[in-house]
């Protein structure tokens, strides 16, 4: 059975999926689970979202945050990503703009549809699901990647 149908028929992994959706609500979105949970959720969740219901599950994430924190986590997320070596075309105009959901969902949204993963392995440490507890050593890192995740779970499991 795939994720998608074992996310869509209930049990135990749909519950567990809606029990981190609702923690994601409740208190900072980076508190309420461990780096591990995060990442491991969002490499599962990511690859089911189209790049429209990824861009949106991220904006909805990043309006969670403070226009302070998108800021700080704009500027964290593209002097990481540029160390990669992955530029985006709308990086240098104005700093600024991460302070924006829209924007900051834009550039994430691209960045996931032109290197799948990459936000994750920038953010979350490595690619492979695994990592120490040191993963997510920003606390907006995580609360980007436990939103997306948890937005994307609620997206998925409407039945789009």
Known sequence: MS????????????????DFAG????????????????????QQVSQ?????????????????MSPQERMQFGQYMQQHAQ????QDPAW????NQYQDPGYLSQV???????QPGMLGQLLGGGGGGGGGASM???????AALAGVAAMGVRKLMSGR
């Open 108 to 114: 994430t949204g691209r960045m996931h549809q032109q």
């Open 83 to 86: 160390q990669q070596g992955y």
């Open 23 to 42: 923690r994601y609500d409740q208190g900072h979105p980076a508190e309420g689970y461990d780096d591990n949970e995060v990442v491991n959720r969002y």
């Open 92 to 95: 240098g105009e104005n700093d």
């Open 48 to 64: 089911q979202l189209s790049p429209q219901d990824y861009q949106q599950a991220s904006q909805q994430s990043f309006e969670r």
């Open 136 to 142: 997510l050593s920003n606390p907006l890192a995580k």
């Open 3 to 18: 994720f998608l149908e074992n996310l869509m028929g209930g049990g135990q992994q749909r519950q567990e999926f809606q």
